[in-house]
């Protein structure tokens, strides 16, 4: 049963996808099983980090390792290397495949590298307190199951497994909002979860209608045997809109984003960088590698209104992240405006666009990520996350301004940072093949750049203010925090090449799936030499 | 006219005949042996005889997988795949659902009134209740329960579909009205059953009369014969087949024949709602899928508006109405109806893959109902102040020193010492009163969860695996807008379960968000956890188990099922 490898794969001789998926599950399980902390002793806190802590740089080293097997060699980024397939639940047709192509690996890495940030980050957050310290442990076991969501979505080759993941992730992170989080934390959590599910169930009808139209069969749910379809026009086009809600609202886009805001407002900033780094990365993950592939007809019918919602998305993000007072809304208004970005490029339909966007998912989870993370250590400090709370920290706390203004200017894609890059080649791309939407798109910059700036001026200039004169700068932790994300920022904005040689490849492969002649690319040769 | 004794082959009819059997030793039991010796050996004989069961089912299964079933008693019963998958079910299903009414917990009592027959409130009932008198016609009540649904579902022609109907009903109505606390309730709720039972049965007799009339014959296999052959009656056809399936509708809860269950599974003792919930929807089922499948094929077209409608009201009403509901049993029962909806989708299917969706269905929404109902009747309630003196003396007595579990969580460890005192009333049934359950019981409430995320298909459960395969039944079956519809009303059901999830696990006992402050308060709950005497504690792990082994690795069931589902002619 095991034989029928698709084409385009490459088997594993060490089962890395699993061992990544495994690990972090481990771990969540040492820590639950830990004894409950007795006394007020410091002893029980401080094991519970390190082992979190333990666990989750070993992922990284796991993935680093992974990735290297796989790519290290100069493998075809287009084809899903470290293939893994076993049998699951045959009566359905469903396998257990999983395998990575250079983007669902650049994705794995940018996760698991969140993951110990955030375990670093959240060693304070909690208190330190006995019954605290209990409630840490069930934080940072949930942080592990959820890596190994985060993990195996990315990786999954098999449309009901990549379902079960999609959905099954949203258990975690309710409860990491729901338990750990702000004073409105409830109505956040269901919000959140009655949005993802809404979603999530009109898809799993998508995929069961999809399902039936496929070859059957043992591995029936395979994506490789539901790619390539000949579907009717109009099946085909509803159950594009089925998946296509589904991951919008994961995204979130432009109209289906209000759960956004309020859940990261409400989240604890560790949960809000895992959710909108790496999990509504799932949704524009799952337009680049299911949408597009297994409904391309649809795609290119669909193209025009979601290019003008991207676009949409873009500036209502940016206007309404100008108009917060609350940090963290701030923060998620952007990631809306960033994820309009992202879905305009994979809609543009050309290899540098949807290259770009595929970029861009790793550079948005760096740089939005670090914003959540520092805008946790101000509201550690302040214990308020409203911005006219603030004022003259940049005289107080300089390494904090300091970092705080080099990953606001990643967001705002500054040359020499990573996301500039993506943003560049998602323009560049759409320029191609949609001039007034690049047009458009490109005026949005200024925008960010107003956002950035100014938030960066009322929280951080000005004339210091009497009850924050003895605010502490970032402490060595929050340095370790704070300091891997510029230097991955910094090496993928001056030698993106590794990178864009994993995204290049997928990306040249989705489009000759959806079936769209690759626009001219005018820049494709002198890109490259300005990126390098 | 000359009666040919039918040629019986016991071995066939032994899944049925245990629980028969040790019903009917049972009753002797409870005339003869003397008052200390009747609990222990009810339960044991109860658990053995279903045991029995589940052991000769298994016994039977390779033969009627090999040879696809035989009739038993001239045609009466038939013993084939979907027979046996069902008695086992059911078996399983009512094992762990006596093993919960059979735990007396710490505070010494069962669910079930001390003397059925005494006038709530009255001396008589308090005296009874002194002596310590119990009712263990319990046991000998749910094994007739039991067999009745065993032969339900297993029915070859329309007269025993009817026995089998009042075998499994009559008992159900007794133990309905025995509940310990909150007795007018329960009695008020046995009537409602009793009742309305009542109609649908003679709605279901009168059906059976005039598809006779029509076929000329009880048996499915001539009935199913008739209906492509004969011509000219087409109208007594549907009216019987209307009524017919009216009867088993009322059984399964669906809208607009449900409107029996709320107040029945509030005011029945919390056990027997579990098993009410569970075992006696997977025998109805059970009975209609064999109706629609291998009776009625031929009329698919007359009976398909209704079923839709019926399929449609049932999911669109009982999440409505559920969404409302500040009593934890009727949300529990309302969601049962909007369940039935979802089963409903893959009966209607038609498809080949329907038998084997319905099926597993059945036992993974089973085994979620009886572990969840098993959990409320553990959460009870503690008098407060305001209890008269002299009813906190009488019931005081009964409370063991060690209500609170020896591993309550640490963070209520401050409990006042004197709560110990307080009486333990009955379960603690209104939403409000869940609150906080996840800081001071965490198992429990980790536990119960797991059976709400199962109601709500969430994957990696049962529920999800099975709601999947109901509605690739049915969207294989050509009834997609009927899938659509129940992925529209999971999403809508997830909201209440999802509302129980936040009043366990995100709130405090008082009603306000959790805040570090609030785990260290040292109020006093006035809700608690009665320790269990160990049977519901093993009954709920067991449907835990299931749940969770159900929704990772569903492959060996779904197997073994889809081998053998299919229906006797």
């Known amino acids: 049963m095991l034989t029928l490898t698709p084409a385009a794969t490459v088997p594993a001789d060490v089962p890395w996808l699993t061992l990544l998926l495994v690990w972090p599950l481990i771990g969540a399980a040492v820590l639950w099983a830990l004894p409950r902390p007795a006394g007020s002793t410091v002893a029980g806190p401080r094991r519970v980090r390190e082992i979190a802590l333990g666990f989750a740089l070993v992922e990284v080293v796991l993935a680093v390792v992974a990735g290297i097997t796989a790519f290290g060699s100069g493998a075809d980024a287009g084809s899903y290397q470290l293939y893994e397939i076993h049998r699951w639940i045959p009566q359905f047709g469903v396998s257990y495949a999983l395998g990575v192509d250079g983007v669902g690996m650049l994705l794995i890495g940018m996760a698991v590298v969140l993951v110990p940030l955030v375990v670093l980050a959240s060693w304070k957050e909690q208190g330190s307190q006995t019954a605290a310290s209990n409630r840490l442990r069930h934080y940072l076991a949930l942080v592990l199951v959820l890596t190994s969501f985060m993990v195996a979505v990315f990786a999954a080759r098999d449309l009901f497994l990549f379902y079960v993941l999609f959905e099954a992730m949203l258990i975690p992170v309710y409860f990491m909002i729901g338990a750990f989080g702000g004073p409105q934390r409830r109505y956040a959590a269901v919000k959140f979860l009655l949005f993802s599910l809404a979603g999530g169930l009109v898809m799993l009808v998508g995929v069961i209608v999809l399902y039936l139209h496929g070859p059957g069969g043992e591995q029936g749910f395979l994506i490789s045997n539901l790619t390539g379809l000949d579907l009717p026009t109009g099946t085909g086009r509803w159950l594009f809109l089925a998946f296509f809600l589904a991951f919008a609202i994961k995204a979130p886009m432009f109209p289906v984003h209000s759960w956004l805001p309020d859940a990261a407002e409400q989240a604890p900033a560790g949960t809000s960088t895992l959710l909108v780094g790496v999990l509504d990365k799932v949704g524009t993950f799952g337009m680049l590698t299911l949408c597009l592939p297994l409904f391309p007809e649809a795609s290119r019918w669909a193209a025009p209104v979601i290019i003008a919602l991207a676009l949409v998305s873009i500036f209502y993000g940016a206007l309404l992240a100008l108009g917060q007072q609350d940090l963290f809304r701030l923060v998620a208004y952007t990631s809306v405006s960033h994820f309009g970005f992202i879905v305009l490029g994979i809609f543009a339909f050309t290899s540098t666009s949807v290259g770009g966007s595929s970029f861009y998912m790793v550079n948005h989870g760096l740089s939005t990520g670090g914003l959540f993370l520092l805008v946790g250590f101000l509201v550690a400090r302040k214990g308020s996350a409203r911005i006219a709370d603030f004022g003259g920290l940049q005289k107080v706390t300089p390494v904090l301004a300091g970092t705080f203004l080099v990953i606001g200017l990643s967001a705002l894609s500054l040359p020499g940072l990573s996301t500039f890059v993506s943003e560049f080649l998602v323009i560049v791309g759409t320029f191609g093949s949609h001039r007034p939407a690049a047009i458009i798109a490109a005026v949005a910059v200024v925008l960010a750049a107003l956002y950035v700036l100014w938030t960066y001026q009322r929280v951080f200039t000005g004339p210091v203010r009497d009850e924050l004169a003895e605010t502490r700068d970032l402490s060595g932790r929050e340095r370790w925090v704070v300091g891997p994300l510029i230097a991955l920022m910094l090496v993928l904005g001056f030698y993106p090449a590794p990178a864009l040689h994993l995204v290049d490849e997928p990306a040249t492969a989705t489009i000759t799936q959806v079936g769209v002649a690759d626009a001219p690319d005018p820049v494709t040769a002198g890109d490259e030499g300005s990126e390098q | ?569």
Not at chain 2, 212 to 221: A, F, K, T, V
Not at chain 2, 453 to 470: C, H, R
Not at chain 2, 521 to 531: G, Y
């Open chain 2, 1 to 569: 006219m000359i009666f040919n004794a039918p040629d019986i082959a016991w071995a066939q009819l032994t899944p049925v005949l245990f629980p028969l059997g040790a019903a009917v030793i049972g009753v002797l039991v409870e005339a003869f042996a003397p008052r200390a010796a009747r609990r222990p050996t009810q339960l044991a004989l109860s658990l053995l005889a279903l045991l029995g069961s589940i052991v000769s089912v298994g016994l039977l299964w390779p033969d009627v997988r090999d040879t696809g079933g035989t009739e038993v008693l001239g045609g009466s019963m038939l013993v084939d795949g979907p027979t046996l998958v069902l008695q086992a079910v059911i078996a399983l299903l009512a094992l762990l659902a006596v093993l919960i009414a059979a735990d007396r917990t710490s505070t010494g009592e069962d669910a079930f009134a001390p003397q059925a027959a005494s006038v709530p409130g009255s001396g008589y009932e308090e005296s009874a209740r002194r002596a310590g008198l119990q009712q263990t016609e319990v046991f000998p009540l749910m094994l007739f329960a039991t067999g009745g649904m065993m032969i339900f579902p297993a029915t070859g022609d329309l007269l025993t579909l009817f026995v089998a109907l009042e075998v499994l009903s009559l008992p159900l109505y007794l133990l309905t009205g025995m509940a310990r606390r909150r007795r007018l309730l329960s009695q008020e709720a046995s009537m409602k059953y009793f009742l309305l039972g009542a109609f649908a049965s003679a709605l279901l007799l009168f059906g059976i009369v005039l598809l006779y009339g029509y076929s000329g014959s009880l048996r499915y296999s001539d009935i199913a014969a008739a209906v492509t052959t004969t011509t000219g009656m087409d109208g007594l056809l549907l009216v019987g087949a209307l009524l017919v399936l009216i009867g088993l509708l009322f059984k399964v809860g669906a809208v607009p024949f449900h409107s029996w269950t709320p107040d029945v599974y509030q005011g029945a003792p919390t056990p027997i709602t579990g098993f009410m919930a569970a075992c006696t929807k997977v025998a109805a089922f059970g009975a209609l899928l064999r109706v629609f499948y291998t009776v009625l094929p031929g009329m698919r077209w007359d009976l398909e508006p209704m079923m839709w409608t019926v399929a449609i009201a049932t999911m669109v009403v009982g999440t409505v109405i559920a969404l409302v509901q500040t009593d934890v049993k009727r949300v529990l029962a309302y969601s049962s109806i909007a369940h039935a909806g979802f089963v409903l989708t893959g009966v209607i299917a038609l498809a080949q893959s329907g038998i084997t969706a319905v099926l597993f269905y059945l036992l993974a929404y089973g085994a979620a109902t009886v572990g969840a109902f098993g959990i409320v009747s553990l959460v009870r309630e503690r008098a407060t102040a305001e209890v008269p003196e002299a009813a906190r003396a009488s019931l005081g007595v009964a409370v063991a020193a060690g209500v609170l579990p020896a591993g309550s969580d640490t963070t209520t460890g401050a409990d006042p010492v004197d709560d110990a005192d307080a009486p333990v009333l009955g379960e603690a049934t209104d939403l409000s009163q869940w609150a906080g359950l996840g800081r001071t019981h965490p198992v429990l409430a980790t536990t119960f969860a797991l059976f709400l995320l199962s109601f709500a298909g969430i994957p990696l459960t049962a529920g999800f695996t099975g709601k999947f395969a109901v509605f690739s039944a049915a969207v294989d079956g050509g009834a997609w807008p009927l899938a659509l519809i129940g992925v529209l009303a999971s999403a809508a059901a997830a909201f209440f379960y999802v509302r129980l999830i936040v009043l366990m696990f995100f709130t405090s006992p008082q009603g306000g968000p959790l805040s570090d402050a609030d785990a260290d308060a040292t109020t006093r709950p006035r809700t608690v956890v009665v320790v269990s005497q160990g049977y519901a504690v093993a009954a709920i792990a067991v449907c835990a188990v299931l749940t969770v082994l159900l929704g990772v690795l569903p492959g060996p069931v779904l197997d073994a099922i889809a081998e053998v589902a299919v229906f006797l002619p």
